[in-house]
């Protein structure tokens, strides 16, 4: 009995030995294909990343492509995030929406799930609600924000 809980044991640990080797690849695999999914446009965050398909849409269009392709409007929550947004900005030499209006209560900038924005990053003199139109955020190619109206065409950034 003693023998065969031994070899069991020794097995075990062989299993265990194949199985990190087969998960030292996948990363391997993972950190490639990670480089080869969000080449040019795209850019990791921790756990977050932001993509653009390269096109640009109004506030509505680019809310629905986010959404069906399985992510949501590039919502940057702190200074980190914000500078991987810039970056794509400034690759594609054009402005940015956000998933950040205050649509439903003037002066109150909300995230697309209703919660209210932890992080902003407004350039001088902005939010001004312009002519009284402007309820979506643009991000320029310096990082900072600017209230917009929604029926603009921006470059379409998805959050995953
Ligand atoms: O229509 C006005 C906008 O194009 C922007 O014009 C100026 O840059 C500033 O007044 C902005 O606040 C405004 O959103
Ligand atoms: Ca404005």
């Not at 020794?10 to 480089?35: H, P, T």
């Not at 649509?103 to 919660?115: A, M, P, R």
């Amino acid at each position: 009995k003693g023998d065969s809980a031994l070899s069991e044991v020794s097995l075990m640990k062989k299993q265990i030995s194949a199985l990190e080797g087969q998960l030292k690849a996948l990363q391997a695999s993972f950190a490639k294909y990670q480089k080869v999914a969000t080449f040019p446009g795209g850019r990791t965050v921790g756990n977050k990343v932001f993509i653009t398909s390269g096109y640009e849409g109004n506030f509505d269009d680019m809310k629905q492509r986010c959404l069906q392709a399985g992510g949501q409007l590039a919502s940057p929550r702190n200074a980190a995030e914000n500078a991987a947004v810039q970056q794509i900005a400034l690759l594609y030499q054009k402005p940015v929406f956000l998933g950040i209006t205050d649509i439903q209560t003037e002066g109150k900038f909300k995230y697309l799930n209703g919660d209210t924005i932890v992080y902003s990053n407004w350039h001088p003199g902005e939010p001004n609600n312009d002519k009284g139109t402007e309820d979506c955020v643009e991000l320029y190619g310096n990082g900072k924000w600017n209230d917009k109206s929604c029926g603009e065409k921006r470059l379409i950034v998805c959050e995953f």
